[in-house]
C-alpha cells in the first residue's frame, strides 16, 4: 500500500470515529478533522498531503504548553463588534487571512455598485483595526470565553485525547500521539470553543436568508464555523483563494457549493472526496491581473534578473528548503555577475527570517530585497523562481517562464504547473544552470507554454467578480 492510500484509509478510520460523536464533540471532529488525520499520518510514517506539522518543539516544551493552556487558555482579546446595520444583509462573509482579502474587493466593489448590503466578519483582530474600516459594514468577533468555555475546554481535550488514543493507539507511538493532539489542542481548541460561541451569537442577529460566505472550505476555524451554520440552517459558500490539490484537507467538505477557478479544481475537488457542488467562476483576485498583465506582455531588457518569490516556511514547505532555495540563487548570482535578483519575502514571513539571509549576502548590488507585503513586480523580471505558491498562477498570466525551486520531489505540491511546460522543477545548482539558459533561449516557446496553462487552468480571464455575486445571489 502507498503512502498516500495509506493517508486517505486513515482519513476514512478518522470518518468512523468522528460519526459516532454527539453535540460538542461531533463540532469538534468535524473542524479537527483534518490536523487530527494528519498526526496520525505522520506518526505512522506516512507524508503527510497538506500543512500540519508536528511540532520541532521539544516535549518539554509542548508539555509547557499544554499544562500552561489548562490555567490560562490562549484567547485573543479584541473590541466588541461594531459597524454596519443587520436588517437588509444579503450576504455574510467571512476573512480570516489578508489574503481573502484580495478576493473580496472585487466582490465588494460590485455589491456596492449593485447598492447591495452585506456584512464582513473578521476573525483576526489586527486585520479588523488596520482594514475594518475599508469595508464598512464590518465585524470583530471576540475569542475571550469565560469559565464555562475552560470547562468545556479541559472536558472536550481530555474525551478527545482518550477516545482517538483508544482507536488509534495500538498502531501509533501512544506517548507522542497524546502529546501531539494535546499541543494542538493547547493551541487551538480554546479560541475555536470562544469564537464559535461568539459567532453563533451574531449570526443569529443577522438575516436568516443571507447565505454565509467563506474563501476556502478547509481549516479547524473555518470548518467549525461552517458547522455552527449548518446547525442554524444557513447557505454556506466557499469561495477559492489558492491552489486546490487532491489532499485531506479537501475530503469532506460542508458547504453547499464551492465556487472554483476552473474545471481543474473541479476535478481535484471531486477526486479529494469533498462531497460538495464545484461550480466554476473563475478568480476574482485576478480580475485586474488580467488587465495589468495585458500591457506587460514584452520582456524586460537586459540585464536578465530574476524574482524569487519563497515560501514562508511556515506551512507545507518547511523553512529548510527556503533557505536552501535562497543559497541557490545567491550561488547562481556569484557566478552570474550580471544578473540582478529580486527578492519579494512572503506576506507570512513575520519573522523576516528570509530578509536577514538576503541582507547577509556577498552581491549587495545584485540583490533587492522588497517588504513582505509589497506588490510582486513582474514585469521587471524575466523569470520568477518560487516553491510551492498560488504566484505560479500569475507568472502564467504574466507569460513569465516559472522555476520551482524544491530539493526533494516530496516536498512539490503544485505538480501541475509542470504538466504544460511553462515550468520547470530544479533539483541542484546544476539543474539551475541549464533551466535558466534553456528559459532564455526559447522564451516565446515558454510564453506559450503559459498561455496554455492559463487557458486550461484559469476560466473566466477577467469578470470573475461577476460571475460570483450573481452566483452568491440566486
Known amino acids: 500500500m502507498t503512502g498516500e492510500e495509506r493517508i486517505w484509509q486513515i482519513v476514512e478510520r478518522y470518518k468512523t470515529w468522528q460519526s459516532g460523536q454527539r453535540g460538542l464533540m461531533a463540532d469538534y471532529a468535524h473542524a479537527f478533522q483534518t490536523e487530527i488525520s494528519e498526526i496520525i499520518a505522520q506518526l505512522q510514517q506516512d507524508w503527510p498531503l497538506s500543512g500540519y506539522k508536528l511540532s520541532s518543539a521539544s516535549s518539554k516544551d509542548q508539555w509547557k504548553v499544554i499544562l500552561k493552556s489548562l ?178 484537507k479537501y475530503h469532506a467538505l460542508l458547504p453547499d457549493a464551492y465556487l472554483v477557478w476552473s474545471a481543474f479544481f473541479a476535478d481535484t475537488l471531486n477526486a479529494s472526496g469533498a462531497g460538495c457542488p464545484a461550480k466554476i467562476c473563475g478568480c476574482p483576485a485576478y480580475d485586474q491581473v488580467f488587465e495589468v498583465a495585458a500591457q506587460q506582455r514584452s520582456q524586460s531588457a537586459e540585464p536578465l534578473t530574476l524574482l524569487f518569490l519563497p515560501n514562508s516556511g511556515l506551512s507545507q514547505t518547511p523553512f529548510s528548503e527556503v533557505n536552501w532555495a535562497i543559497e541557490c540563487c545567491l550561488l547562481y548570482l556569484q557566478q552570474h555577475p550580471t544578473t540582478r535578483l529580486i527578492v519579494k519575502p512572503h506576506p507570512g514571513d513575520h519573522t523576516r527570517r528570509i530578509e536577514a539571509i538576503i541582507r547577509n549576502n556577498t552581491q549587495p548590488d545584485q540583490i533587492e530585497c522588497l517588504e513582505n507585503n509589497a506588490p510582486i513586480p513582474y514585469d521587471a523580471c524575466h523569470i520568477v523562481v518560487t516553491m510551492n505558491s498560488t504566484v505560479g498562477l500569475e507568472a502564467a498570466i504574466y507569460q513569465k517562464p516559472l522555476v520551482i525551486l524544491l530539493s526533494e520531489e516530496k516536498y512539490l505540491l503544485t505538480p501541475e504547473y509542470l504538466q504544460t511546460g511553462y515550468a520547470r522543477w530544479v533539483q541542484d545548482q546544476e539543474e539551475l544552470e541549464t533551466t535558466i539558459l534553456d528559459m532564455r533561449m526559447h522564451y516565446p516557446r515558454y510564453q506559450e507554454k503559459c498561455r496554455q496553462f492559463v487557458n486550461t487552468q484559469l476560466a473566466f480571464p477577467g469578470k470573475a467578480a461577476e460571475k460570483i455575486v450573481e452566483t452568491l445571489l440566486c
Open 71 to 248: 490555567f490560562k487558555p490562549a484567547s485573543s482579546s479584541t473590541p466588541d463588534i461594531a459597524g454596519g446595520h443587520a436588517a437588509d444583509v444579503r450576504l455574510i462573509f467571512v476573512v480570516e487571512f489578508n489574503s481573502h482579502l484580495n478576493q473580496l474587493r472585487p466582490l465588494i466593489t460590485i455589491l456596492k455598485k449593485r447598492n447591495i448590503s452585506y456584512a464582513v466578519f473578521f476573525l483576526s483582530k489586527d486585520l479588523y483595526e488596520n482594514k475594518g474600516a475599508e469595508f464598512g459594514h464590518a465585524f470583530i468577533i471576540r475569542a475571550n470565553g469565560n469559565l464555562k468555555i475552560r470547562l468545556q475546554y479541559i472536558f472536550l481535550n481530555f474525551r478527545a485525547v482518550c477516545s482517538l488514543l483508544y482507536r488509534f493507539g495500538k498502531t501509533v507511538n501512544q506517548g507522542i500521539f497524546l502529546r501531539a493532539l494535546a499541543f494542538l489542542n493547547a493551541k487551538r481548541l480554546y479560541i475555536w470553543l470562544a469564537m464559535r460561541r461568539e459567532f453563533s451569537a451574531w449570526l443569529d442577529q443577522m438575516p436568516v436568508h443571507a447565505p454565509v460566505v467563506f474563501f476556502k472550505a478547509e481549516g479547524s476555524l473555518t470548518r467549525g464555523f461552517m458547522q455552527i451554520c449548518r446547525q442554524n440552517n444557513r447557505r454556506i459558500f466557499a469561495v477559492q483563494h489558492g491552489w486546490i490539490s487532491k489532499e485531506i
